[in-house]
């Protein structure tokens, strides 16, 4: 089972930031938290992934909350082609609990 | 990032025969792979996942002998659906990692279509 709650969509305007938030209140401290994307008919894309700092690529920035228990990836300027399925995942150590285990994820619409 | 090819891209069927997908990894070497079915409007759900060399393990309630995953080398994992039916008409996505690179990118294919008539 997903381990994480995600809202069902969301919507942006063109050039706006944009936070997609995550709760993961159950993380251990092993998890990493993954974020991966899905454009339409695609397979998955990796964005970002992080531990306890906050983490910046040339993709997003991933927020982490202090106590890990949330997690917010933030697209700085949102282009038409961010319109995906956003995933945050966490994933562990070891055996199984290196598998990446998908939730419902967050539908982003980018509107012009 | 790293490259996972998938072949073929779509592929359609008749009912009661078997179709093999190729999974590859193109620049690195691939210790695990993982297999993924996904029905429209639905998110990813792992099948299996395979150690190069060794046998699959797959999750519950996906059938081992209708599903022969085959993880020969470090670059090269086969799905294999064996007599086929259109309730197996799905969206199989391959992915790959490096198992013995600490927390290291897990890459996705493209994806395959598999259509059963």
């Known amino acids: 089972d997903a381990k994480t709650t995600q809202p069902n969509s969301m919507e942006s305007n063109e050039e706006e930031p944009v936070h997609l938030p995550c709760n993961h209140s159950?993380?251990?401290?092993?998890?990493?938290i993954h974020w991966y994307r899905q454009l339409p008919s695609q397979g998955p894309e990796y964005v970002i992934h992080?531990?306890?700092s906050n983490v910046n690529n040339r993709m997003a920035s991933l927020a982490i909350a202090e106590d890990r228990k949330s997690s917010t990836l933030i697209l700085h300027r949102a282009t038409l082609r961010d319109a995906a399925v956003y995933y945050c995942?966490?994933?562990?150590?070891?055996?199984?609990?290196?598998?990446?285990?998908f939730g419902k994820g967050t539908k982003l619409s980018v509107k012009p | 990032g790293a490259v996972v090819s998938q072949h073929p891209s779509w592929v359609i069927c008749k009912s009661g025969t078997s179709v093999k997908i190729e999974c590859r990894s193109l620049?690195?070497?691939?210790?695990?792979m993982f297999w993924y079915r996904q029905f429209p409007k639905q998110s990813l759900m792992l099948m299996a996942t395979?150690?190069?060399?060794?046998?699959?393990?797959?999750e519950q309630g996906v059938e081992k002998d209708k599903f022969l995953i085959n993880h020969a080398s470090l670059t090269l994992s086969t799905l294999t659906v064996t007599s086929a039916h259109p309730e197996d008409s799905s969206f199989y996505i391959c992915?790959?990692?490096?198992?013995?690179?600490?927390?290291?990118?897990?890459?996705f294919g493209p994806g395959t279509r598999l259509t059963v008539l």
């Open positions: 992915s790959a990692r490096d198992t013995r690179v600490p927390a290291g990118e897990q890459f």
């Open positions: 159950t993380i251990s401290g092993t998890d990493y």
């Open positions: 992080g531990l306890t």
């Open positions: 995942i966490l994933r562990g150590y070891g055996g199984s609990q290196g598998n990446l285990i």
């Open positions: 620049d690195f070497q691939a210790t695990t």
């Open positions: 395979s150690n190069e060399g060794s046998k699959a393990t797959y």
